[in-house]
């Protein structure tokens, strides 16, 4: 299968993930936060691992520097951080977040750009390794699942209907294909291969300063071993392939 097709497979189906936050509405309150918290720290264990058991090894076998790989690292690790700082975006993990109407809208607008740069970041990794493009993706998408989750949630409870809900978060994840797109056209211009560190900064900004301070935050008493194991599921799971490929 060719370059385009893996970008464009790949940006459909992180699109369609947004439509994951519907069972938020037939789901229990107490059964959604047994569920959610796990799974997001699984995803926060898949994205640490997929940065440095993939993506970093990946960069500095790709001729790059490694002051160059460092300095990619850092500046997707930063280019998120801005985004929090300036769009006020965060993931809420919770259908019953206290979030106000106008928070509704920045969290779209952020979850739009964040798109968009990871669709920027992970086509530049099909575009070196497909293999490695895979694996971003599966990294990122379950990031994405528990993020939906909550995000979908946080609108319906802002005032917004269901159906309005589901077509803005379906909008937003495209922007990750158009990132995809965006780095296949300019592939033959330009060198695409500090994608893969900066994807790695990326992976390490959302996996260890959002989603791992998120399960300690909401951690009870006995719950903690579970979020550990889940979190170590998700480091061993990617440190496997990498190790078996």
């Not at 319906?156 to 379906?170: E, P, Q």
């Amino acid at each position: 299968m060719s370059d385009l097709a893996w970008i464009i497979i790949g940006g459909l189906l992180m699109a369609a993930i947004a439509m994951v936050g519907s069972i938020t509405l037939v789901l229990k309150e107490a059964t959604l936060q047994k569920l959610l918290l796990p799974l997001v720290a699984f995803a926060a264990g898949s994205l640490i691992g997929g940065a440095f058991f993939h993506m970093i090894p990946a960069a500095l076998s790709a001729n790059l520097a490694i002051i160059d790989v460092g300095i990619a690292v850092v500046a997707g690790f930063t280019v998120f951080f801005i985004l929090e700082q300036f769009l006020h975006w965060h993931h809420c993990h919770r259908a019953t977040a206290d979030c106000k109407q106008p928070l509704t809208y920045l969290i779209l607008v952020g979850d739009g750009l964040h798109n968009f740069l990871g669709g920027l970041a992970i086509a530049g990794t099909f575009l070196i390794d497909a293999r490695l493009g895979m694996l971003a993706w599966l990294a990122a998408a379950a990031h994405e699942v528990p993020q939906e989750l909550g995000d979908f949630g946080v609108l319906v409870h802002g005032g917004w209907s269901r159906s309005r809900a589901l077509l803005f978060n379906l909008l937003s994840g495209l922007t990750f294909l158009l990132g995809g797109l965006v780095t296949y056209s300019l592939a033959s211009r330009i060198d695409v291969s500090w994608l893969i560190p900066f994807a790695a900064g990326n992976f390490l900004y959302i996996g260890a300063s959002d989603l791992v301070p998120e399960v300690s935050r909401h951690a009870r008493p006995g719950a903690g071993i579970l979020h550990l194991v889940a979190f170590l599921l998700g480091l061993l799971l990617l440190l496997a392939t990498a190790t078996l490929t």
